[in-house]
């Protein structure tokens, strides 16, 4: 199993920049493939963004494509999303999602991963 801890929510206005981390501990963190997910209150997780092993593949869901930038750095067992253009539509709590898999496998379903972080808020305001 492995650790995950986000950070780098908060309040941003409409058309604003975050960027989430995600730091794994606890496992060998290119064995994962990644993903980021976001909860609106009272729905279920959705995907945003995944990323394979080696960073080669990227996945990313229709509302956010040219907007959000998945990436990571295996050195530094971390998984990042890079937020642009926020909007308030946008505003939702995220998580990463780490589960093992083959060397180009990309995951977008929330119910394959079995490692979650904590989640972290995102609010954008108009």
């Known amino acids: 199993q492995v650790q995950l801890v986000e950070s780098g929510g908060g309040l941003v206005q409409a058309g604003g920049s975050l960027r989430l981390s995600c730091a794994a501990s606890?496992?060998?963190?290119?064995?994962?493939?990644m993903g980021w997910f976001r909860q609106y209150p009272g729905k279920e997780r959705e995907s945003v963004a995944a990323i394979s092993r080696s960073g080669g593949r990227t996945y990313y869901a229709d509302p956010v494509k040219g907007r959000f930038t998945i990436s990571r750095d295996n050195a530094k067992n971390t998984v990042y999303l890079e937020m642009n253009s926020l909007k308030p539509a946008d505003t939702a709590v995220y998580y990463c999602?780490?589960?093992?898999?083959?060397?180009?496998?990309?995951?977008?379903?929330?119910?394959?991963?079995?490692?979650w972080g904590q989640g972290t808020q995102v609010t954008v305001s108009s």
């Open positions: 606890g496992g060998t963190f290119s064995s994962y493939v």
């Open positions: 999602a780490a589960v093992r898999g083959l060397p180009n496998a990309l995951f977008t379903s929330a119910r394959v991963y079995d490692n």
